[in-house]
Nanobody, 122 residues
Framework: QVQLVESGGGLVQAGGSLRLSCTAS????????LGWFRQAPGKEREFVAF???????YEADSVKGRFTISRDNAKNTMYLQMNTLKLEDTGVYYC????????????????WGQGTQVTVSS
């Protein structure tokens, strides 16, 4: 069993930055592949970024060049550095542990955090 806790969300003006954290309980964090998703009101959960245990990364086109996913295995923590935030980045951000399948699909993930709200204002 893995428990995930996100933090770092908040209210920020467009063009600003935030760093989200996702801390995991349980063993073998360093061997797990992890992802970030987000969900805006009335919309489906959307893939944001993915990081393999070997620390290779993959970002959605909508955030590429603005968001950076990283991890610190010694702290059992994954991060999402978000720069040049836009209004359309508003939503609840979730971290998740990958299971099997397409990394861009929510059903490919086994464990989820409770989410942290990010609101970008004009």
């Amino acid at each position: 069993q893995v428990q995930l806790v996100e933090s770092g969300g908040g209210l920020v003006q467009a063009g600003g930055s935030l760093r989200l954290s996702c801390t995991a309980s349980g063993r073998a964090f360093s061997t797990r592949n992890l992802g970030w998703f987000r969900q805006a009101p009335g919309k489906e959960r959307e893939f944001v970024a993915f990081i393999w245990s070997g620390e290779s990364t993959y970002e959605a086109d909508s955030v590429k060049g603005r968001f950076t996913i990283s991890r610190d295995n010694a702290k059992n923590t994954m991060y999402l550095q978000m720069n040049t935030l836009k209004l359309e980045d508003t939503g609840v951000y979730y971290c998740a542990v990958y299971g099997l399948g397409d990394v861009r699909r929510p059903h490919s993930y086994s464990y989820w955090g409770q989410g942290t709200q990010v609101t970008v204002s004009s």
